[in-house]
Nanobody
């Protein structure tokens, strides 16, 4: 099992920055994939970024590429999502999640463990 806790959400103006953190306890192996997802009111949960835990390799949704950076925190079971140049459409609840197995995926259904989410609101 794994337990995930997100933090760092808040209210920010367009063009601003926020850094989300995800602290992981329990089982996580180098083969696992950690994901960042978000869900806006009335919309489906969508993929934001993934981090292959062992190698640290990352992959991003086109909507955030060049603005968001996901990475592991060296020496800790933790990762972050640095979000720059935030836009109104980035407003959502953001979740981190651990994959069910070693297969890389952007589908929420392939992630077994989830945090409780942290709210990000971009507003002027």
């Amino acid at each position: 099992q794994a337990q995930l806790v997100e933090s760092g959400g808040g209210l920010v103006q367009p063009g601003g920055s926020l850094r989300l953190s995800c602290d992981i306890t329990g089982r996580i192996f180098s083969s696992h994939v950690m994901g960042w997802f978000r869900q806006a009111p009335g919309k489906e949960r969508e993929f934001v970024a993934t981090v292959r835990w062992g190698a640290g390799t990352t992959y991003y949704a086109d909507s955030v590429k060049g603005r968001f950076t996901a990475a592991k925190v060296n020496g800790a079971n933790s990762m972050y999502l640095q979000m720059n140049n935030l836009k109104f459409e980035d407003t959502a609840t953001y979740y981190c999640a651990r994959s069910s197995d070693a297969n890389w995926s952007t589908r929420p259904s392939d992630y077994r463990y989830w945090g409780q989410g942290t709210q990000v609101t971009v507003s002027s």
